[in-house]
């Protein structure tokens, strides 16, 4: 059950993530150290978008090594359920405009950002995490 004290292994459904605003994405760096990071996200037909600026460290190694984990949490990235496994990947600007709408209508306060993004020339990029 998720958010039990018990550990079962990994769990490899999304449902947990229903209702929750962030969850904590784990990449890994080229030395395999792994590195967390609250995120916002957006679920649709079992796969989890997300965005963040295009030279982030995540891309970064996301571009290295795509495999991660994920897990629901809160803003300071606590979690808050099971982690799931999965690989995360850069999406086609086409499907960065399913993700974009799906993050749009979960979170108004991302149009501000947008707007403050284009303003500063600041590119972003659209992930989604397929779990396993």
Not at 40 to 61: I, M, N
Not at 88 to 114: C, G, V
Request: proline share 7%; charged share 25%.
């Amino acid at each position: 059950m998720p958010g039990s004290s018990g550990y079962n292994g990994p769990v490899n459904t999304i449902d947990q993530f229903a209702g929750h605003k962030y969850l904590s994405l784990e990449t890994y760096r080229k030395s395999g150290a792994a590195v967390r990071t609250p995120v916002w996200f957006a679920e649709k037909d079992g796969k989890l978008y997300l965005y963040t600026l295009a030279d982030s460290g995540k891309v970064k190694r996301i571009r290295n090594n795509p495999r991660v984990r994920a897990v629901p949490s809160d803003f300071r990235g606590n979690p808050l359920g099971e982690w799931i496994e999965g690989e995360a990947h850069i999406l086609s600007p086409e499907d960065a405009r399913t993700a974009n709408r799906q993050l749009n209508q979960k979170y108004w306060m991302k149009r501000i950002f947008d707007w403050t993004s284009k303003l500063r020339r600041t590119p972003r990029l659209y992930l989604a995490v397929l779990p396993y």
